[in-house]
């Protein structure tokens, strides 16, 4: 399957390169769509329209991100960024091809918080991969609820800007003093820049 496929190789990618990867897709709701199955793989989630809970597959370890890379990995890695966006450019614009709401289950709000809060990081090679992911997660359900029609939009989510839960979610997932694996002060600017604007974000959604 390719969803499956792209979200076991963009798991492996640098921070840089999948902020590259999902900076170089389209604005539009299907792309939105795509983004939220693809974070929810990466983070080892399950909908909730599901027959129970997957458990999440293992993957091989990447190695520990450094300071300095080589030419050829970073050129590796960007190519890999590369030919994801490619994939993912495609999916749902072929003729007769079910479009992504169709093809793949639907994901709950209850099923984005809980993604948002788990301590999913070991699977990465570094916590601020699986903080990518998440911010990403969270910003592409925003759009595709932002832009559901009355019929099809979640409730819940309407309800957790409403009360403050995705709110208090992200500022508990994004606390850098928490959050094994953040060592730095570089990795805590990251941290703090992720968290800055997805708080800025829901502020401008609870208008």
């Not at 604005?27 to 080892?44: D, E, I, P, S, Y």
């Not at 699977?123 to 916590?127: E, H, I, Q, T, Y």
């Not at 990795?187 to 208008?207: F, N, T």
């Given at each position: 399957m390719f969803l499956n496929a792209a979200s076991t190789r963009v798991s492996g990618l640098p921070v840089a390169a999948l902020e590259h990867l999902f900076a170089a897709l389209?604005?539009?709701?299907?792309?939105?769509?795509?983004?939220?199955?693809?974070?929810?793989?990466?983070?080892?989630?399950?909908?909730?329209?599901?027959?129970?809970?997957?458990k999440p597959q293992a993957r091989a370890r990447p190695p520990p991100r450094r300071r300095v890379r080589a030419e050829a990995t970073e050129a590796?890695?960007?190519?890999?960024?590369?030919?994801?966006?490619?994939?993912?450019?495609?999916?749902?614009?072929?003729?007769?091809?079910?479009?992504?709401?169709?093809k793949y289950p639907a994901i709950s709000t209850s099923d984005v918080l809980e993604l948002l809060t788990r301590p999913s990081f070991s699977?990465?090679?570094?916590?601020l991969q699986g903080l990518c992911f998440k911010s990403e997660l969270?910003?592409?359900?925003?759009?595709?609820?932002?832009?559901?029609?009355?019929?099809?939009?979640?409730?819940?989510?309407?309800?957790a800007l409403r009360d403050g839960g995705l709110l208090k979610a992200v500022e508990e997932a994004f606390d850098s003093e928490t959050i094994n694996g953040v060592i730095d002060a570089e990795?805590?600017?990251?941290?703090?820049?992720?968290?800055?604007?997805?708080?800025?974000?829901?502020?401008?959604?609870?208008?």
């Open positions: 389209p604005v539009t709701r299907t792309t939105a769509q795509f983004k939220v199955h693809l974070c929810r793989n990466a983070l080892g989630g399950s909908s909730t329209t599901a027959k129970g809970r997957v590796s890695a960007n190519a890999d960024a590369v030919a994801v966006s490619q994939d993912a450019s495609t999916v749902g614009q072929e003729p007769g091809v079910a479009s992504v709401a169709r699977d990465f090679g570094s916590a969270v910003v592409n359900y925003g759009l595709v609820q932002q832009q559901a029609t009355e019929g099809d939009k979640d409730e819940a989510w309407t309800a990795d805590h600017a990251y941290v703090q820049r992720r968290r800055a604007a997805l708080l800025a974000i829901i502020s401008v959604w609870q208008l």
